[in-house]
């Protein structure tokens, strides 16, 4: 079984401020590590994910993680970030094997302010 | 640009009522997963399937939830009786797994609101 923590449910930044998303995660065996973006009232959209190779991952927007398997965490960096990244963020990982379900952390809520 | 689809977007029903949540996986996707978003419980896995059959469905109230996929390009997710306690914002994913080791990405449909009165 899997378990994902993220350590804050809201983070408030200014506009063009740099901004870091702790996620941590538990497992047993080997996972995929993702993040996810959930605009208001819409699905959600994959930001970037980590299945193999390098450690450092760029995705959409700007953003990045970088995988920490001695930390086991997986969090996620934007240098500097707009209005419109405004928006919640969820942490998820699959096994690698079996069963392929996400398992995602609780959600931090990204305030982007002017 | 391919996408999944939910029907309704919306749902407001009575305490009771039968509700059918549709999903449209994308074309050439093997795997559907149904998960619902709720402030408490936040995203928690309720099935999925792959290549239709059901691989997982631990997540699902049995005596009330249910879930098919008749056919490779629609998923349905119904409850019945519905009861207050599941309202929630219902996804339908889908993904094409590769082969042992190697998964794709999931992509989200725009979700089905509930609102069980």
């Known amino acids: 079984a899997q378990s994902v923590t993220q350590l804050d449910s809201q983070v408030p930044v200014f506009e063009e401020a740099p901004v870091e998303l702790r996620c941590n995660y538990s497992s047993s065996v080997s996972v995929y590590l993702f993040w996810y973006v959930q605009y208001p009232n819409q699905g959600l959209q994959l930001l970037l994910k980590?299945?193999?190779?390098?450690?450092l991952v760029k995705g959409i927007n700007g953003f990045e993680a970088e995988f920490n398997k001695s930390q086991t965490s997986f969090h996620l960096r934007k240098p500097s970030v707009h209005i419109s990244d405004t928006a919640e963020y969820f942490c998820?990982?699959?096994?690698?094997?079996?069963?392929?379900?996400?398992?995602f952390g609780s959600g931090t809520r990204l305030q982007v302010q002017p | 640009d391919a996408r999944v689809t939910q029907t309704p977007r919306h749902k407001v029903t009575e305490m009771g009522q039968e509700v059918t949540m549709r999903c449209q996986p994308i074309l050439g996707h093997n795997t559907v997963f149904w998960y619902r978003q709720t402030m408490m419980q936040g995203l928690e896995l309720l099935a999925y399937?792959?290549?239709?059959?059901?691989?997982?469905d631990s997540g699902m109230p049995k005596d009330r939830f249910s879930a098919e996929m008749p056919d490779a390009t629609l998923a349905t997710l119904k409850i019945q009786p519905s009861e207050p306690r599941d309202s929630a914002v219902y996804f339908c994913a889908s993904g094409l797994v590769l082969r042992q080791g190697l998964t794709d990405t999931q992509y989200f449909g725009p979700g089905t609101r509930l609102t069980v009165l």
């Open positions: 998820a990982v699959s096994e690698r094997t079996g069963r392929r379900a996400l398992t």
């Open positions: 399937f792959r290549n239709r059959a059901p691989l997982d």
């Open positions: 980590y299945l193999s190779g390098s450690t």
